[in-house]
């Protein structure tokens, strides 16, 4: 299939896949590119013909790319109408071409597009990329920085992290996400102190503070360890229930068993000294 000057201008650049072999390798290309906003799929004489419902199925509903893929029979007819094209290799070719990292090269496909331009990716076989000749017809590299030693990449994962650097470029913040955590005030120190007290207080009646003397020491340990992680007032909400609970109910005297008053060892020293005296007295 041709290409046709009068086809619209893509929203982004577009994928070309040379010679693909698997169905399920082009359903995943076209997954991830739907993940950051492309849709134009160009494939170059796959193995298997096209259309396949193999690649229907690994594209977990990018429909619109499969749908929307175009077939060439040689890769100089895909990137006829094309201005700009880069070819992706891990390994160093002999030519004069430019080779830039994807963060480089997905800004400068962005400032084609701006410029009005139309300029596409081109990926090789499976098993071992793209031809000297294949190259030759792109206008600049563009290489990952993986491990020397392990350097292959799936044309999946290839064209994830270029789509990737393409969606990216495109924000105003590059480190800004598509949701984030609640906006929650800070608690304000007295509700933190007092958070220290009703603790302080609960460990005390379990003894917790012992040896006496190194009483100090441990609140200063506690009181540091609860101040580093900069408490919302929710979070201390959240704290003084989980100690309320602990201080009223215990394995022994579950929730629901009665008053946590019922309890004797949940008294105070003296309390308890007091009410076993009222017992042997009756």
Known sequence: MQASNDIPPAAGPAIILVEPQLGENIGMVARAMANFGLSELRLVNPRDGWPSEKARAAASRADHVIDAARVFDDLASAVADLNFVFATTARARDNFKPVRGPVEAGRALRARQQAGQRSGILFGRERF??????????????????????????????????????????????????????????????????????????????????????????????????????????????????????????????????????????????????????????
């Open 129 to 282: 990329g793209l031809y000297n000749d294949e190259v030759g017809l792109a206008d600049e590299i563009v290489t990952f920085p993986v491990d020397p030693a392990f350097s292959s990449l799936n044309i999946a994962q290839a064209a994830l992290l270029m789509s990737y650097e393409w969606m990216k470029s495109g924000l105003e913040d590059e480190t800004k996400t598509n949701f984030s955590s609640p906006d929650m005030m800070p608690a304000t120190k007295e509700q933190l102190h007092g958070l220290f007290a009703y603790l302080e207080g609960a460990l005390e009646a379990r003894g917790y503070f012992r040896p006496a003397p190194k009483k100090p020491k441990m609140v200063d340990n506690l009181r540091a360890v609860l101040t580093r992680a900069g408490f919302a007032e929710p979070e201390l909400k959240v704290l003084r229930g989980i100690i309320s609970s602990l201080d009223r109910f215990s394995p022994a005297m579950p929730r629901g068993d009665g008053s946590p008053s019922d309890d004797p060892r949940r008294l105070p020293a003296a309390a308890r000294a007091a009410k076993a005296t009222d017992k042997d007295q009756a």
